[in-house]
């Protein structure tokens, strides 16, 4: 014999409402332990590299960091990167480099993009780095251009250093897999 059970609304809204709070419950423990485990220490230890200035970290793990004036950019941002990567298990989303450029840095950049794009292509990096510095010096700025493994890194500084602006560009042979840079 088969009987039937009764559901009332009353009933059905009463699991409903349990399984919205245990979700909430659920997510807020989650928040919170991120936060607490991996993303407050990320950010203290980072804010202990050479050169960074400041440190901030947002939605889905993007890294911001503000670098003092003196810093190497290319240490600097490896550095960076390898401690996100081991802290987080893979390369963070992306790794912004706060610039603090004036018009004339901005435009400068964009052209060098190009430079460097060619320096790659052509495998040219003596010439790329001509270009960069005469470039620079023509908009009254000092640049420096460093190649690493994986990057290509250009700094661009006023004559007295209050402003600077940072260009990080693949080279060649990186793939960008599950960190975008900047």
Do not use: C, W
């Not at 400041?54 to 240490?75: E, F, Q």
């Not at 610039?99 to 435009?107: E, L, P, R, S, Y």
């Not at 251009?145 to 500084?157: A, D, F, I, K, R």
């Amino acid at each position: 014999m088969i009987t039937m059970m009764k559901v009332t609304v009353k009933q059905v809204m009463s699991v409903f409402i349990g399984f919205v709070v245990s979700l909430a419950v659920l997510r807020g423990a989650q928040t919170l332990y991120t936060s607490s485990v991996i993303r407050t220490p990320l950010v203290r230890t980072i804010e202990h590299v050479p050169g960074v200035q400041r440190v901030t970290m947002g939605p889905k793990n993007a890294i911001a960091i503000d670098l003092t004036p003196t810093a190497n950019l290319m240490t600097s941002y490896q550095t960076v990167t390898a401690d996100a990567t081991r802290s987080l298990g893979q390369a963070p989303r992306q790794i912004t480099l706060v610039n603090h450029a004036t018009g004339a840095m901005i435009a400068v950049t964009n052209q060098l993009r190009f430079v460097v794009a060619q320096g790659i292509a052509t495998g040219q990096y003596v010439a790329m780095n001509d270009s960069i510095q005469q470039m620079a010096a023509r908009a009254h700025l000092t640049a420096n251009v460093e190649l690493g493994t994986n990057h290509v890194y250009v700094t661009l500084s006023s004559s007295k250093g209050h402003y600077h602006t940072y260009l990080v560009l693949p080279s060649a042979n990186t793939t960008t897999g599950g960190g975008g840079h900047v």
